[in-house]
């Protein structure tokens, strides 16, 4: 039987304008962000930037959770999920922290419209190789790209969290930085911007460590490999790494408190850091 999923999606990968870029929002430094962030979020939509955000909410997953007495646990990265689990990642992604970014967003006079990824079935996804042993996290499949494009096209930005869906209609809970890598690639953007806590990768030890402005693929792969590169940077190193074998030329890991932090990225700044092809 023909997937309900694809057919109103003819094709895979489209290539946006340059103006348009991926932002990643890690739940690290969510909570944290000041208004001005969220202005120069507006302010970038009013010169005729487009926005496309996807976001996180791990720690916020993880205290609804421990007050609700759910158990939970990471295996290399990623959460274990079961059924009771995913109830709370996805009231807490799209529901809670999905709403605040709009909300964030509006009362600044900017213009976004919030979705989840299973919405339309914008994010398919699949059960990632070792279900057995983390249940349902996801790995995306496709990116209903015109969806996102259909929501710029009306003047909004859209915010969106990672939750996908198989045509079955099982949901699954998927790493942001998966999901915004993903929707990156499929969308055809030339920059993901991934805002977190940390001013970029950081290498070295003590009064020695410095933020690299520029690494490539090989050299992430080799922090990856003696542990410099560790916990929640390694999902977005490989979503960085998987992106930019596509149309997305870089990737920039920069630290959310820094202020104006998008525009001067995108206005050409050495700002965190960058991954490179090579
Ligand atoms: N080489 C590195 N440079 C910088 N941060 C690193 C590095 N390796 C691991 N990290 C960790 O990655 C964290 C960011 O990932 P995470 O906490 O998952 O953030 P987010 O919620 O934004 O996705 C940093 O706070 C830091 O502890
Ligand atoms: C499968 C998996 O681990 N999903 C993540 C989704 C949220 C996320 O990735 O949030 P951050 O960007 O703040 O880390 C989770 O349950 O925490």
């Not at 909004?156 to 209609?169: F, K, L, N, R, W």
Request: glycine share 14%; proline share 4%.
């Amino acid at each position: 039987m023909k997937s309900t999923i694809d057919q109103t999606e003819t094709l895979p990968v489209q290539t946006m304008g340059m103006n348009t870029f991926v932002m990643k929002c890690g739940g690290s430094t969510l909570a944290a962000l000041p208004d001005s962030f969220f202005e120069d979020l507006k302010d970038l939509q009013q010169k005729g930037v487009s926005p496309v955000i996807v976001h996180g909410g791990g720690p916020a997953i993880s205290g609804n959770l421990e007050k609700l007495g759910i158990e939970t646990e990471f295996v290399n990265g990623l959460r274990k999920t079961t059924e009771d689990v995913l109830d709370v990642v996805e009231m807490v992604l799209a529901g809670t922290i999905n709403k605040q970014i709009v909300r964030r967003i509006l009362s600044v006079g900017g213009a976004a419209i919030g979705l989840s990824g299973s919405d339309g079935g914008l994010i398919e996804a699949k059960p990632v190789i070792n279900h057995a042993e983390v249940g349902w996290v996801g790995d995306v499949t496709h990116v209903k790209s015109s969806i996102l494009s259909g929501v710029l096209d009306m003047g909004y930005m859209p915010v969106v969290a990672p939750i996908g869906v198989d045509e079955s209609g099982q949901r699954y809970n998927i790493n942001a930085d998966t999901a915004a890598g993903a929707v990156a690639s499929h969308m055809g953007v030339n920059r993901m911007i991934v805002v977190t806590d940390v001013p970029g990768i950081l290498k070295g030890t003590g009064s020695e460590k410095r933020v690299l402005p520029t690494v490539t693929v090989q050299e992430v792969e080799d922090m990856i490999g003696t542990g410099e590169i560790y916990g929640g940077m390694i999902p977005k190193v490989r979503a960085a790494i998987s992106c930019i074998h596509g149309k997305v030329s870089e990737v920039v890991i920069v630290d959310g408190s820094e202020p104006n932090v998008l525009s001067r990225v995108l206005g050409g700044e050495i700002l965190g850091t960058r991954i490179v092809r090579m």
